[in-house]
């Protein structure tokens, strides 16, 4: 039987929860009850419901499959990793090399058609993978690390979208760990693809720089999942970790880890199993039409 004392619980100590709440939400000022998300897109969490608020609803939301990042060093090696990684539910892999490789060599033995692949290169390299493959895909890439707004992102957005007329457009960018920045964004760019490019489909991939910030791998694989969830349920199609440049069982470890967590997580927490799950909330759908009316009208 569980004894009752008298004994106190230490007062909280404001300074440290002060801190930890600053490292939380990502800001140091708590003077004001809004967040400056970008420019003009503000969030208010006292803010009252108001129903003039539009809910929105997205047609084609995709399933996020976590995918690696591939440094060519050795074809050969690469060819093992990847048949290697397969196994444990690789489903989208992005190549990155300065020099034209043998194709042949790095996918022998492997059914591309199972997988998506991205090809990070020159102009002679995306050539050699076309002509490979007998299909191209035109792909756009900005790095958020640059601090680029989201503003001046979906204008550059828009401008590519409009110079192409392929019936499927790849988007690339980089993400933060701030869910509020990343889900509103991402579905206002996937609304406003679908309401004025209808006949057209949007893959979007997201670039995760966690490796460039944190050096113990344990803490980026705990964080990378929280990323990867968030790029769930903001509509993403593909998210791409740590670039992997050896192919050392130690490091081909760390990126197995990397597939087994997210695709655990995305199973046991069942957000696969609905289409745009945060449609209706209040704070999503405030921000997210903060960011269509603001950034892409």
């Not at 976590?66 to 050969?76: A, M, R, S």
């Not at 997201?206 to 944190?214: C, F, G, Q």
Request: contains cysteine; charged residues 25%.
């Amino acid at each position: 039987m569980l004894k009752l004392t008298e004994e106190k619980w230490p007062e909280p100590e404001f300074g440290k929860w002060t801190e930890k709440l600053k490292k939380e939400l990502k800001t140091e000022d708590f003077s004001s009850k809004t967040k400056v998300l970008d420019f003009d897109v503000q969030f208010n969490a006292f803010q009252a419901h108001s129903s003039s608020i539009p809910t929105y609803n997205i047609k084609h939301f995709p399933r996020l499959s976590v995918g690696l990042n591939f440094v060519i060093t050795n074809e050969e090696d690469l060819n093992t990793a990847l048949k290697k990684l397969l196994q444990f539910d690789l489903q989208t892999v992005k190549i990155t090399t300065d020099q034209k490789p043998n194709w042949e060599v790095i996918f022998t033995d492997v059914y591309l058609d199972m997988i998506n692949v991205n090809i990070d290169g020159s102009n002679e390299v995306r050539e050699s993978w076309e002509q490979f493959r007998g299909k191209s895909t035109p792909r756009w890439s900005y790095d958020l690390s640059d601090n680029l707004k989201y503003s001046e992102l979906s204008y550059c957005l828009k401008r590519f979208f409009a110079e192409t007329n392929d019936d499927s457009v790849t988007a690339e960018i980089g993400v933060s760990e701030n869910l509020l920045e990343i889900i509103p964004f991402a579905r206002a760019l996937r609304i406003y693809f679908e309401q004025t490019y209808p006949d057209r489909s949007l893959i979007l991939s997201a670039i995760s720089h966690l490796h460039e910030t944190i050096s113990n791998e344990n803490d980026q694989l705990i964080r990378s999942g929280s990323q990867a969830m968030f790029c769930h349920l903001a509509g993403f199609n593909h998210i791409y970790f740590k670039p992997v440049t050896n192919y050392d069982s130690s490091s081909l470890n760390h990126s197995r880890l990397l597939l087994n967590i997210q695709n655990l997580m995305a199973l046991e927490s069942r957000v696969l199993d609905v289409k745009d799950a945060l449609s209706g909330s209040d704070v999503i759908d405030d921000l997210t039409q903060q960011y269509l009316s603001k950034y892409f009208q």
